[in-house]
């Protein structure tokens, strides 16, 4: 019997023994994944002002995709008159949610329904939303509306359902000059990082005092379009703005 009872305790003793081992050997695996998990995304939009040509390409697609509510609008290019050196030029800003890092609409809604996703994006969630407006008012982009079919506040999301199945959002695919360029700004070989590197000095965002830190970048915005402009768009806008 003794000899039994030490077989069972030697059995114990060294099973122990072995227990004590694999979590070091599985921290070691769990940190190894979690080194070579890959880096979260960041998605930006760059918008080289010089190549838009106002055809209002992105707007079309921007419906076709997201089909919104007649006379609301996601996405589209407000079309100026320009006035210098005696003469009148066509100045165009595509506009957008800007998606930004610190979105002053994300904090105001009662029911957390506006969100800022892991990858950057500012998101609504339709089946909490309750529109209540808050977060129409707090854009300082004006950016958003309340949905007149569904009651609930909506806006560019980057085309989340196209960039989660791998592609473009519409506005970018569609546009004629290659004025829109979306891309992973976490990523520095991506094309939106190398423009944002290469074109530093002319890179702004609209209402930077605001503090919202954007993600949508233009390149060769005239400063005078950065903050509030006092000045209507003319030869296209849509007819609620």
């Known amino acids: 019997m003794r000899e039994d009872r030490m077989d069972r305790r030697s059995f114990f003793t060294s099973l122990g023994r072995i227990a004590a081992g694999p979590p070091v050997a599985l921290m070691a695996v769990v940190a190894t994944k979690a080194e070579s998990a890959p880096q979260a995304r960041h998605w930006a939009m760059v918008v080289d002002i010089g190549k838009c040509i106002g055809c209002q390409a992105c707007t079309v697609a921007c419906i076709m995709e997201n089909k919104p509510p007649e006379d609301s609008?996601?996405?589209f290019v407000s079309t100026y008159?320009?006035?210098?050196?005696?003469?009148v030029d066509a100045y165009m800003l595509p506009r957008l949610c800007n998606h930004c890092d610190q979105p002053p609409c994300v904090p105001v809604c009662p029911v957390g329904a506006t969100y800022k996703a892991a990858d950057g994006q500012v998101l609504v969630n339709g089946d909490r939303c309750v529109g209540c407006g808050y977060c129409v008012q707090a854009c300082p982009y004006d950016a958003r509306f309340?949905?007149?079919?569904?009651n609930t506040a909506d806006?560019?999301?980057f085309c989340a359902h196209r960039v989660e199945a791998g592609l473009l959002p519409a506005c970018v695919e569609?546009?004629?000059?290659?004025a829109r360029v979306f891309g992973d700004l976490s990523d520095p070989k991506s094309?939106?990082?190398q423009l944002i590197a290469a074109h530093k000095d002319e890179v702004r965002v609209l209402k930077p005092d605001?503090?919202?830190k954007p993600n949508v970048f233009y390149?060769?915005?005239?400063?005078?379009?950065e903050g509030r402009i006092d000045a209507a768009p003319t030869l296209w806008r849509p007819s609620n703005i």
């Open 191 to 193: 094309v939106v990082s």
């Open 219 to 225: 390149i060769g915005l005239d400063t005078r379009f």
């Open 174 to 178: 569609t546009c004629v000059g290659g």
């Open 81 to 87: 008159e320009v006035e210098q050196e005696g003469r």
């Open 210 to 212: 605001e503090g919202t």
């Open 146 to 150: 309340i949905n007149s079919e569904t």
């Open 155 to 157: 806006k560019c999301t």
């Open 73 to 75: 609008f996601r996405t």
